[in-house]
């Protein structure tokens, strides 16, 4: 589908591609993640969160607005409000099977409880029921997510924002608490795997004296099948002397362990514990035919992090290409290539002007070309959680990328047109080669 002329294209020297502003007379608004696409089922529309203020982290009831913009038809519909959100994901906005289905997080302030909201953004209508939403299956029925109200424990920017006095504190490992599974058809929520069942599988933890760690659940992601789910435990020593009362981000204090299962909760495994981000890493995602994941990993070169992969069950922990450095948010294609951005913090792809860019790597070759570089860094000052990342994400054909950017003072959604990158998309066998394994170490 062509986008509506309205939208201003951008061109010139840092634009390798076609790229469209699609947020121009919203300021503030910014997509969701790089593992989920902000683009409706037909490619119509696109959701979007507007921020009332980009100088500060959110209060507890402070209300933000879902944009829907119609690509077709050039507009941009303010649709929702919702108090359930943060300054990275917002309210975690999901399409669900349709374009009369989105998902996202509200918050009830007359309770402070958590809510997931069903809206037909065509037609206003909506329902709600307890719970949250993080990440909604391939198919659209189904929403998983750990604890919203609990993610702000670990790392603000993910969750949702309520009075510190009503955020629970895991101590050990709650037979109650861990990931959650909702039925977007009937409203059914369940608690698939604990915590509790979560710890019995990380090899660190056997035998151990839970208690002794808070533990929380965090990240959660379908595979492209639909037939398993990432879910990321994080836990930190509330002894240690460098933990703080919230944010434990800090590398040292909060360990990570990813597991996956199936979406009943059986067959958990851990694929990468803990031992293995001692040297950095970071963003887990699923490759493009399920059968492991993909991540930055350091530790196997002295010069940064470099692009991993790893089956479901942990097995065959291995550089994609050991010659290539990784960096930001990184996604295979099925076409036989990686697709990724930058943080501001990551020399050589970021620069002292404040620009980031799209990488495209060839698993082929391990050659590159930098399709996009544009302004990310916001004004010196602000909490980390305002920074802003383009996170990177593929509409449903694999050919257009919607990301955020910061090119005018504010947070704008742009998309870029990948068809001359991607061609036809084919498996990903390259993402399988037979590299030599990378122990962690």
Request: hydrophobic share 40%.
């Amino acid at each position: 589908m062509d986008i509506h002329p309205s939208f201003p294209r951008l061109s010139g020297p840092g634009f390798a591609v076609p790229v469209a502003v699609v947020t121009p007379r919203t300021p503030g608004c910014f997509h969701r993640f790089f593992d989920t696409s902000p683009i409706s089922p037909s490619g119509r529309y696109l959701a979007a969160l507007r921020m009332p203020d980009e100088t500060r982290l959110n209060r507890p009831g402070e209300a933000a607005e879902v944009v829907l913009v119609d690509l077709a038809a050039g507009t941009e519909t303010v649709v929702a409000r919702t108090c359930g959100w943060e300054a990275q994901m917002g309210a975690n906005l999901n399409w669900g099977a349709d374009d009369r289905c989105l998902v996202f997080n509200d918050v009830d302030t007359a309770t402070w409880t958590p809510q997931l909201v069903r809206l037909d953004p065509l037609s206003g209508r909506s329902e709600r029921v307890p719970g949250g939403v993080y990440h909604v299956s391939p198919d659209g029925r189904f929403a998983a997510a750990a604890s919203m109200e609990r993610m702000r424990r670990t790392q603000p920017g993910y969750g949702v924002v309520l009075p510190d006095e009503r955020v629970p504190l895991n101590r050990g490992a709650p037979e109650d608490d861990g990931l959650f599974i909702t039925d977007l058809a009937s409203g059914r929520r369940r608690l698939v795997l604990s915590l509790a069942q979560a710890a019995a599988v990380i090899p660190e933890l056997a035998g151990t004296d839970l208690s002794r760690w808070c533990i929380h659940g965090f990240h959660s992601k379908w595979s492209p099948q639909g037939d398993r789910l990432i879910f990321t435990v994080r836990r930190w020593r509330p002894d240690h002397p460098r933990a703080a009362a919230w944010s434990n981000i800090e590398r040292g204090v909060l360990r990570f362990d990813v597991l996956t299962c199936r979406p009943d909760g059986a067959q958990a495994v851990t694929a990468v514990p803990a031992v293995c981000w001692q040297h950095g890493g970071h963003h887990i995602n699923w490759l493009p035919d399920g059968s492991g994941l993909s991540m930055n990993l350091g530790g196997m070169e002295e010069d940064g992090l470099r692009f991993v992969r790893v089956g479901w069950d942990g097995s065959g922990l291995r550089p994609l290409l050991l010659d290539v450095r990784g960096s930001g948010h990184p996604t295979v294609h099925p076409c036989g290539g990686i697709l990724t951005d930058s943080y501001t913090n990551e020399p050589p792809f970021s620069r002292a002007d404040g620009t980031t860019p799209l990488r495209w790597i060839s698993l082929a070759d391990g050659s590159e070309r930098e399709l996009v570089r544009i302004a990310t860094e916001v004004p010196a000052g602000r909490p980390g959680a305002l920074r802003v990342d383009p996170h990177p994400a593929w509409d449903r054909g694999g050919r257009l990328v919607a990301f955020n950017a910061f090119p005018d003072g504010t947070r704008r959604v742009l998309l870029a047109d990948l068809a001359q990158v991607v061609g036809r998309p084919a498996p990903c066998a390259s993402a399988s080669a037979a590299t030599p394994p990378a122990p962690c170490r």
